[in-house]
């Protein structure tokens, strides 16, 4: 079966650093997507992997690796505004994206 | 960039009415929107698949019947719940791809419908 597995629920500090893992197992990679979603709000489009390797974008950094069935998203600078639950999700070879279940992440101050 | 809006944004409703939720892209064409369903503290659940003029493709375990897709135009597609029953209630959101994207990656998401059958 296709399953991904992220952590339910992470705390961090602001202004720190916070790294998000995903693993994943599915049949066939079409690329890794993450997702910020706010409680009660739909998801926002935070980053795309396809390649193995590092995509930056400002504060939020995501990795890949294929090999290792494997992806992080790097927050810096955390802000209290980054309070939300991350969405892994991978689109399959049917092109359908499969999605985890979210980790919720709490910034103290 | 890329807009999806759906209407209503909370609906309240009595069991065993039905109730209709619009999903429209506001300034692009998408042959192809997304319906998802999302309970409190879980992931979001593909519902079905709606392609402009054609049949929605259902996910195991949906109720075609229970849940109507109707995919009439390039810029929208509309989800009916019929004979609604508490355990309906949920969070709707749906999404779509702009055709002009080719094989893009990205899904431009509604902002969601709040779903409360009483």
């Known amino acids: 079966g296709q399953n991904i597995d992220q952590p339910t629920e992470m705390t961090a500090t602001e202004g720190a650093i916070v790294q998000i893992n995903c693993t994943y197992q599915t049949s066939g990679f079409n690329g890794l997507f993450w997702y910020q979603q706010h409680a009660g709000e739909a998801p926002t489009f935070l980053s795309y992997?396809?390649l193995d390797g590092l995509e930056e974008k400002g504060r939020f950094s995501s990795f890949l690796s294929r090999s290792k069935g494997y992806s992080y998203l790097l927050l810096k600078e955390l802000q209290m505004k980054d309070s939300a639950s991350y969405l892994c999700a991978v689109r399959d070879s049917n092109y359908q994206l499969i999605w985890g279940a979210g980790t919720k992440l709490i910034i103290k101050p | 960039g890329a807009v999806v809006s759906q209407h209503p944004s909370r609906v309240i409703c009595k069991s065993g009415t039905s109730v209709k939720i619009e999903c429209r892209s506001l300034?692009?064409?998408?042959?192809?929107m997304f319906w998802y369903r999302q309970f409190p503290k879980q992931s979001l659940m593909l519902m079905a698949t709606s392609n402009e003029g054609s049949k929605a493709t259902y996910e195991q375990g949906v109720e075609k019947d229970k849940f109507l897709i109707n995919h009439a135009s390039l810029t929208l597609s509309t989800l009916t719940v019929t004979s609604a029953h508490p355990e309906d209630s949920s969070f709707y959101i749906c999404?779509?791809?702009?055709?002009?994207?080719?094989?893009?990656?990205?899904?431009?998401f509604g902002p969601g419908t709040r779903l409360t059958v009483t």
């Open positions: 999404s779509a791809r702009d055709v002009a994207g080719g094989d893009s990656y990205e899904q431009y």
């Open positions: 992997n396809v």
């Open positions: 300034d692009f064409q998408a042959t192809t």
